[in-house]
């Protein structure tokens, strides 16, 4: 025999079938699977042109003539996070930390002026 939808048993089968498909949804989200705390930093002299991208972020963000030091922080799931500066003055530094933990450290513009880091979160 069938319970009917308003019997005790129904009730508790609906709700614990509502909250497994919540906690699915949730978990694919990356809510329960990781999350970091990522900061993305540029110090040097002057100004120059940042762009960057956290995890998730497909099109990622260009600032023009940033005056530096400049930095920003995200908290992220899984994928690729970096930042770029480009007409970098000599001595320009860009740094990712995640968590607090400095990952990638790139010291010196290229004969161009770009310098950039990357770190990928898996």
């Known amino acids: 025999m069938m319970p009917s939808l308003t019997s005790p048993v129904a009730k508790l089968l609906l709700t614990a079938s509502a909250s497994a498909l919540s906690l699915t949804a949730v978990t694919g989200c990356g809510v329960f699977t990781g999350s970091w705390d990522v900061t993305l ?48 003055a000599p001595g320009t530094v860009c740094r990712i930390y995640v968590d607090g933990k400095l990952k990638d450290e790139q010291r010196e513009p290229d004969a161009e002026g770009t310098v950039g880091c990357f770190v990928n979160l898996q």
């Open 41 to 88: 930093e540029v110090t040097g002299e002057g100004s120059g042109d940042v762009s960057y991208a956290f995890s998730g972020d497909s099109d990622g963000t260009s600032e023009s003539g940033v005056m530096l030091p400049w930095s920003m922080s995200q908290n992220v799931g899984y994928g690729f996070n970096d930042v770029a500066v480009t007409d970098a």
